[in-house]
Each structure stands twice: as C-alpha cells, then as structure tokens.
C-alpha cells in the first residue's frame, strides 16, 4: 500500500468508507448542544478542500461549510461518494512520482498539498468519529 493509500483511505484511525458507514439523514445532521457542525457539515468541508486540489478548476464554495442541511439521504450518499472518489483520486497521484514532485508554486510541490490535504482529513475525520460517539451511532456499521 502506498502512502496516500494508508493516508487518504485506509491507515492509522480506521477505513474512512467504514467510518461513514451506517448513518441516517437525522444522524448526519444533527448538531449536538454546544456542537457548531454536524457530521454532514464537516465532511462537505473536508470534501471541499480536498476537491480544490485532486480536481481543481471547478468553482469553490461560497463559504467554508454548508448554509443549509441536504433534504434527501440521496445526498448525503452522494457526498460520501464524492469524498471517495477524490479520496481514491489523491491516492493515485502516489503511483506517479514524477507527478507529486511537480511544484504548484515556488517551493510547494504536489506531494507538500497531498499531505497538507491528509492532515486536514485526519482533523475532520476526529470530529465526525467524536460526532458519532456523541449521538450514540458508534461503532459504525461495515462498509458496504
């Protein structure tokens, strides 16, 4: 297994499609008391960043986390799907050395960003998995 693998998709805190697995609407939108996001809100913060750079030119958000919770499950599945297509994207990039040494600006190479993206996720990832403790939906189901 690569690195961006491990990093994006498997490694060191839990699959991440297992970590998403098994929620409802309600449970990916509930804001626990004294909780500014949801579950929902942080993984379409963390799918924005992430999309900036795995699959960058498409136009960014308006603002760093959703103004309005999805209406249909439907939606929160395409999300997860989003993720880990980009997910899956980023670890590709590790099968291309040539490609993560190119430089995105003077000094900042791809591989730089790549890790840069990784630890933001393992940041996000901590509060939906400290979300999911906190609303009783813990452990999460298998992957499917």
């Not at 980009?86 to 890790?115: C, F, M, Y």
Request: contains cysteine; charged residues 20%; proline residues 7%.
């Amino acid at each position: 297994m690569h690195i961006l693998e491990h990093l994006f998709l498997a490694g060191e805190f839990g699959e991440r499609e297992r970590l998403l697995s098994g929620l409802t609407l309600e449970q990916v939108t509930h804001r626990p008391e004294g909780v500014a996001h949801s579950i929902y809100d942080e993984l379409w913060h963390l799918v924005g960043y992430q999309q900036s750079i795995v699959a960058p030119g498409g136009s960014p958000p308006d603002s760093l986390f959703p103004t309005t919770d999805p209406e249909h499950e439907d939606q929160w599945h395409q999300l997860v799907a989003l993720f880990l297509t980009g997910a899956r994207a980023a670890a590709a990039l590790g099968q291309t050395p040539s490609r993560l040494a190119e430089e995105l600006d003077p000094g900042l190479t791809l591989a730089d960003e790549l890790n840069c993206v990784a630890v933001h996720n393992a940041y996000h990832f901590g509060k939906i998995v400290a979300l999911r403790q906190r609303i009783g939906a813990w452990p999460p189901t298998a992957a499917s």
